[in-house]
């Protein structure tokens, strides 16, 4: 399966704390992304890094990607209340560009 | 900022009933997919459309399963008869070209079947 995996499955913090989630997935890709969902919402595109990539910086989101390793990862620097959501890392594949694989999510809660 | 909008947000349906589910894509977008999330688990890939065709589905996308593009706007999902496991979030999403572009999702419709 290419499917990416998100570690911790959970993240409870404090505001102002940095969250650091993982997602780890199978094969080659062309691009790697991270969404962020609030509950009952839909999915809100954060970054896309590209394999040749090694990091990419939005406002406070940092993500990198070691495609030796196949993992990549976020970070949310100086956290929010308003961050509380859940995280997902999604894949294609180095072969397929159209179909994309996401991965169970890591659900983090920032606490005021 | 355009949006991916889906219609209705919320919809009933009894078992064995087809329903439709609607998409509005970003209006130059090019490729279009549908997502299904069942309660407390991943997003799962159901089809991606190009060029009004299939260009994948993955093995959930069964015969039961259809997608259109009636005009040059909407982007259709339809499940013929309704099954109980049917009961999803079903996510519509568009892009602008091939790879290496962010698809970018609608808030969904959530399907429930009773």
């Known amino acids: 399966s290419q499917q990416g995996e998100e570690d911790p499955q959970a993240l409870s913090i404090q505001e102002g704390e940095n969250a650091t989630m993982n997602c780890s997935y199978k094969?080659?890709?062309?691009?790697l992304q991270w969404y962020r969902q609030n509950s009952g919402r839909g999915l809100v595109h954060l970054i896309l890094?590209?394999?040749?990539?090694r990091e990419k910086h939005s406002g406070r989101l940092r993500v990198t990607l070691d495609t030796s390793k196949k993992s990549s990862s976020l970070l949310i620097t100086a956290s929010r209340a308003a961050d509380t959501a859940s995280y997902f890392c999604a894949t294609d594949k180095a072969d397929n560009f159209n179909k994309f694989y996401f991965g169970s999510g890591t659900k983090l809660n920032v606490k005021p | 900022e355009p949006e991916v909008t889906q219609t209705p947000s919320h919809q009933v349906t009894q078992m064995g009933q087809e329903v439709i589910l609607r998409c509005v894509p970003i209006s130059n977008h090019l490729y279009f997919y549908w997502y299904r999330q069942i309660l407390g688990q991943k997003v799962e890939f159901l089809v991606s459309f190009y060029n009004n065709e299939i260009s994948e589905k993955s093995e959930i996308f069964d015969d039961q399963f259809s997608v259109e593009r009636p005009d040059g706007s909407n982007f259709t999902l339809k499940i013929r008869s309704t099954k109980l496991e049917d009961s999803a979030m079903y996510f519509c999403?568009?892009?602008?070209?091939?790879?290496?572009?962010?698809?970018?999702f609608g808030d969904g419709t959530r399907l429930s079947i009773l």
């Open positions: 999403a568009s892009r602008e070209t091939a790879a290496n572009q962010p698809q970018h």
């Open positions: 890094i590209r394999s040749n990539e």
């Open positions: 094969t080659s890709i062309n691009n």
